[in-house]
């Protein structure tokens, strides 16, 4: 008889021992009554990502923690050849069009170049919307703008063909579902939003999410290009909204993505001086209200970070200190479009700690989920899942 099934018995003649040692010692006040056992709790199921991600975190230095939150940019074909020493051990490459190939078995062969260490693949990313916004050439599948007019489920179908084009490819992230609401087609976003409204964008971003399910989908720009005026690439668009408003109209979009399982939300560089008075990009407030009142767990990324310096405000002209800001506020990971200062980021990122201006845990927790991030997309997980439950059967 295996040990479970003798579980019951053993639990039944013990329970009678019990009673029959408690009436004894009620009829002999000098006889000893046997001791009482709470239950042992039940093992809790070891999470093996979760336990990687911990372990590998306690090895890492600072200087290997702050590489693992940037996401860069390498022109040209076969990037993989041009990465340079500065760069090596970033948590992750864009692709923009100058990095595609002319066939899609290239492109293929220069995604997986990209990713030295087995086990712990980078994320390789890239802005794959559909019509005005896309990288690889290929695609075809309805826009944003086609979708606006067509039932929402359209969108599911648009997006899983676009999620499995890149899937085959080596793309495990895409930016390209455009959570932003926009009424006039005058703003710079229109071409790109699923809705004039909250419930209409929304219910074809939750369908765009579930579609392509295969990739990483990221909802952008949080808290929403459609609510201020002017193109973040080269301003800061500015509202002064109310928050109560915001929650009614231009929230519903995000909160109906992050409901559908986007993992990524991109922060746009956006001024809601309602809420603060800070880009969302560097406002720890806009950061919480992702977190604790929409729920959302997993990757805070930042737009392009040179957008920011590109906007003519004077305050956001640094590159050094604007990743010091955002690591402040709460972002999981920094994304460059353009040229990046690793080795200065670092130094300025190491000496907030050091002098006690920038909390190292928030980067133990930002590296942490990343580590989550790459190891699941590694396939690692299943195979050690497979094996526990093995020795689980063999046990039982």
């Not at 559909?130 to 007019?149: E, F, K, N």
């Not at 845990?361 to 299943?382: K, N, P, Q, V």
Request: hydrophobic share 45%; proline share 5%.
């Amino acid at each position: 008889m295996m040990i479970a099934r003798r579980i019951p018995a053993i639990a039944a003649a013990v329970a009678a021992t019990l009673v029959l040692a408690g009436c004894t010692a009620a009829a002999h006040p000098d006889v000893v009554p046997a001791p009482t056992f709470a239950p042992r709790p039940e093992a809790r199921p070891v999470d093996p990502i979760a336990q990687y991600a911990t372990d590998r975190l306690s090895t890492m230095s600072l200087r290997q923690k702050v590489l693992s939150m940037l996401m860069v940019h390498v022109p040209g074909e076969s990037p993989a050849e041009r990465v340079s020493s500065a760069l090596d051990g970033v948590g992750g490459f864009i692709l923009m069009g100058d990095n595609i190939p002319g066939s899609l078995g290239e492109l293929k062969a220069d995604t997986a170049a990209l990713s030295s260490e087995a086990g712990l693949p980078v994320l390789v990313a890239t802005d794959q919307e559909g019509g005005i916004v896309r990288r690889v050439p290929t695609d075809d599948a309805a826009s944003a703008l086609q979708l606006r007019s067509q039932a929402p489920d359209a969108a599911f179908e648009a997006f899983a063909q676009r999620g499995a084009l890149l899937e085959s490819v080596g793309v495990s992230v895409n930016f390209g579902i455009v959570a932003d609401i926009a009424s006039d087609s005058s703003s710079f976003i229109y071409e790109r939003s699923f809705g004039a409204t909250g419930a209409d964008a929304g219910a074809r971003v939750a369908e765009a999410v579930q579609g392509e399910s295969m990739v990483l989908s990221t909802l952008k720009h949080f808290p929403g290009h459609g609510a201020a005026a002017g193109d973040s690439h080269s301003s800061i668009p500015t509202t002064s909204l109310s928050f109560a408003d915001w929650e009614k109209t231009h929230a519903v979009p995000f909160e109906d993505g992050i409901e559908a399982g986007a993992p990524l939300v991109m922060f746009g560089h956006l001024k809601f001086t309602a809420v603060d008075e800070e880009p969302a990009t560097f406002s720890t407030r806009w950061h919480e209200i992702l977190r604790d009142d929409l729920g959302f767990d997993g990757i805070a990324i930042t737009d392009d970070m040179g957008m920011l310096e590109r906007s003519g405000v004077a305050e956001y002209s640094n590159q050094i200190s604007n990743a010091v800001r955002a690591i402040e506020a709460g972002n999981t990971m920094l994304l460059y479009v353009g040229a990046v200062d690793t080795e200065g980021i670092v130094a300025a990122v190491t000496e907030a700690v050091d002098e006690g201006e920038l909390d190292e845990a928030l980067i133990d927790d930002a590296a942490g989920r990343l580590l989550e991030l790459r190891r699941e997309l590694s396939g690692e997980t299943g195979r050690f899942v497979a094996c526990l439950a093995q020795c689980s059967a063999l046990v039982s």
